[in-house]
């Protein structure tokens, strides 16, 4: 991971591990129902970063935040 500086204030790095995107190319490497069922599209990942990004995580600090589908 890295820790980004800048200025006097450090601002920590967070990491977002989806299980699988839901994406074209995920689908065409895997078989259609374990896909759709373990599949995270690509919103669900935006708003887990809105999450990390915003000021309820103010005390989370260099995590590896798993996505799964809903």
């Known amino acids: 991971m890295l820790d980004v500086n800048l200025g006097t204030a ?3 790095s967070q990491a977002v591990a989806p ?3 839901d994406t074209a190319g995920d689908r065409a ?3 259609p129902p374990e896909a759709s069922a ?4 690509p919103e669900g990942i935006a708003h887990v970063i809105a ?3 915003g000021d309820l995580a103010v005390r989370t600090s ?3 935040v798993p996505a799964y589908a809903a």
Do not use: H, K, S
Request: aromatic share 10%.
């Open 62 to 64: 260099g995590a590896i």
């Open 19 to 21: 299980q699988l995107l």
């Open 38 to 41: 373990r599949a995270v599209r």
């Open 51 to 53: 999450f990390l990004v």
């Open 10 to 12: 450090p601002w920590p």
């Open 29 to 31: 490497r895997c078989p």
